[in-house]
């Protein structure tokens, strides 16, 4: 099982970024598919999700700055963050999963917000 997350880095408030993550292809078609953020000292926590069929879900603090989307040809599903804020900041992981990450942890990416 891969979930290679990548795309992080270092923004300023308000700026922009764009996670991807590489999904061994035996398992991207037939399940949903989730973004994951731990900062430090925090649970690890639930930011999108999205299903096989498209539906979407987002917590609270992202809802309006950050779109989740799956691209079925190339087995990677993206986060595209918008308007980020320093509480943003943390590691960035993907899973298998719609309530609750099903799948192995692979390497996350770290987003840093800061002026």
């Known amino acids: 099982v891969q979930l290679q997350a990548s795309g992080g880095g270092s923004v300023q408030p308000g700026g922009s970024l764009r996670l991807s993550c590489a999904v061994s292809?035996?398992?991207?078609?037939?399940?949903?598919l989730g973004w994951y953020r731990q900062a430090p000292g925090e649970q690890r926590e639930l930011v999108a999700a999205?299903?096989?069929?498209?539906?979407?879900k987002y917590a609270d603090s992202v809802k309006g700055r950050f779109t989740i989307s799956r691209d079925n040809a190339k087995s990677t599903v993206y986060l595209q963050m918008n308007s980020l804020k320093p509480e943003d900041t943390a590691v960035y992981y993907c899973?298998?999963?719609?309530?609750?990450?099903?799948?192995?942890w692979g390497q996350g990416t770290q987003v840093t917000v800061s002026s």
């Open positions: 899973n298998v999963g719609w309530r609750a990450p099903l799948g192995p």
């Open positions: 999205i299903s096989v069929g498209g539906s979407l």
């Open positions: 292809r035996s398992i991207f078609s037939g399940n949903p």
